[in-house]
């Protein structure tokens, strides 16, 4: 199968704990491969154009000033099946229904710090891989 790309965040709960180090250790275990990563945070007009998809949600507000609170890690991994694959790595949006050992069950502590972001599909995969590392060149 072809290898395709994903784009996923550390977030800042993650960050603030240090599972940076082990987060990237189940990535690449996982079998991913790192095509570029930035650490950074972002500002909050950024971070409402990145979930602006949730808009319309009634935690928006929350979801944004949380992934503006602190650094966050973004990068581009690459596998075969990647975005399907990335999200079981994750595991539930909640962590309380995380399959065991995933990345949420392991560090998540709820539903709105919940560790770490990955793409739903290849299209919005696309978008945010644009959104973070447009113009620049990576492998
Ligand atoms: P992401 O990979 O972060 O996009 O998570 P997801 O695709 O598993 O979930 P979804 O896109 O539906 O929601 C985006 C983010 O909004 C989630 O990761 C949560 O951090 C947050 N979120 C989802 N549901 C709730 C909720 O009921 N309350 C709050 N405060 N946050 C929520
Ligand atoms: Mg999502």
Do not use: W
């Not at 993650?14 to 945070?41: K, P, T, Y």
């Not at 944004?64 to 650094?71: E, N, T, V």
């Amino acid at each position: 199968m072809q290898r395709r790309l994903t784009f996923s965040m550390i977030k800042p709960d993650a960050v603030r704990a240090n599972h940076i180090g082990s987060i990237l250790a189940m990535i690449e275990q996982a079998d991913f491969s790192i095509q570029a990563m930035v650490m950074l945070q972002l500002n909050h007009p950024v971070a409402e154009r990145f979930y602006d998809i949730h808009v319309h949600r009634p935690f928006y507000k929350e979801l944004c000033a949380f992934i503006a609170s602190g650094p966050i890690v973004a990068m581009v991994l690459e596998k075969e099946n990647a975005v399907v694959d990335f999200r079981k790595l994750m595991g539930a949006t909640n962590p309380a229904e995380a399959a065991a050992g995933t990345i949420r069950a392991l560090f998540a502590t709820s539903i709105d710090h919940n560790a770490i972001h990955g793409s739903d599909t290849d299209t919005t995969a696309a978008g945010e891989i644009s959104f973070f590392f447009a113009g620049r060149e990576f492998v």
